[in-house]
């Protein structure tokens, strides 16, 4: 009897073993399976990155020409009508139409959070950085929405005052070939909004300074992430 109770006993045990270890296998490979899709989500998020840092770039020098180019216009306002109107009409067409609109890739980020799958990552600058950087984008929204509204705006004082003379484009895609008509120098309400242009542009080069360096910073930390995982 004492033989057949250690034989139950044994198979019992061998039983409740082996159940123990399929659970922790199923649970190690729901583990992994989970990490594998975290890993490709956050590659999938470093490609959108450097996508966004080739377009930040982009949107950095159309935005600092543009700046410059008001600058400009209001240094030599009061020598306007002896400057040649090629550069009159090239300077007041990049203060005027210059502006970019940033495109906002979430949604690798947001499938991350709404998954649940965010939770496993295990470096807190990581999270920390993507959440301030999607935060931001609608910051860098706001400050185009001021540089289009000014920009359309001042687009009729540009229209009526220079004649685009080819459709040779810059290097941006923008026209430049504009030939001033100007008989007086700029009044002083459209200089206020080229000035006003000038501010928001210059707010948008900053922050996009800020950013180009923070997404390089965050690239490094995800593929760490993704790497050592």
């Known amino acids: 009897m004492k033989k057949?109770?250690?034989?139950?006993?044994?198979?019992?045990?061998?039983?409740?073993?082996?159940?123990?270890?399929?659970?922790?296998?199923?649970k190690r490979n729901a583990n992994n399976y989970k990490e594998e899709l975290k890993n490709q989500s956050l590659k999938r998020i470093i490609t959108n990155i450097k996508v966004d840092l080739e377009d930040l770039d982009y949107n950095y020098n159309v935005n600092k020409s543009a700046s410059k180019a008001i600058n400009w216009l209001v240094e030599?306002?009061?020598n306007l009508l002896n400057i040649s109107k090629d550069s009159v009409g090239f300077y007041l067409s990049n203060a005027v139409s210059n502006n970019t609109v940033f495109v906002d890739n979430q949604e690798e980020y947001r499938a991350l959070?709404?998954?649940g799958l965010i939770e496993l990552i295990e470096n807190e600058k990581v999270v920390s950085y993507l959440q301030k950087k999607y935060i931001r984008h609608e910051f860098y929204k706001k400050i185009e929405d001021g540089i289009l509204g000014e920009g359309?705006?001042?687009s009729n004082f540009?229209?009526?005052?220079?004649?685009?003379?080819s459709e040779k484009k810059d290097g941006y895609g923008y026209?430049?070939?504009?030939?001033?008509?100007m008989k007086t120098t700029i009044p002083?309400?459209?200089?206020?909004?080229?000035?006003?242009?000038?501010l928001f542009h210059d707010m948008y080069t900053n922050a996009i300074?800020?950013?180009?360096?923070?997404?390089?910073?965050?690239?490094e930390y995800l593929e760490t992430e993704a790497i050592t995982q």
Do not use: C, M, P
């Not at 057949?4 to 199923?26: N, P, Q, R, T």
């Not at 540009?158 to 003379?165: F, V, W």
């Not at 002083?188 to 000038?198: A, G, P």
């Open 76 to 78: 030599n306002n009061h």
């Open 4 to 26: 057949h109770l250690l034989k139950y006993a044994l198979d019992f045990l061998v039983i409740v073993f082996g159940i123990s270890i399929s659970f922790l296998i199923e």
């Open 175 to 181: 026209y430049y070939d504009r030939v001033s008509l």
């Open 188 to 198: 002083n309400e459209v200089l206020e909004r080229l000035k006003n242009k000038k």
């Open 158 to 165: 540009l229209y009526e005052n220079t004649i685009l003379r």
């Open 152 to 154: 359309i705006t001042l």
């Open 209 to 219: 300074t800020t950013r180009i360096k923070n997404d390089n910073q965050l690239i």
């Open 113 to 115: 959070q709404n998954s």
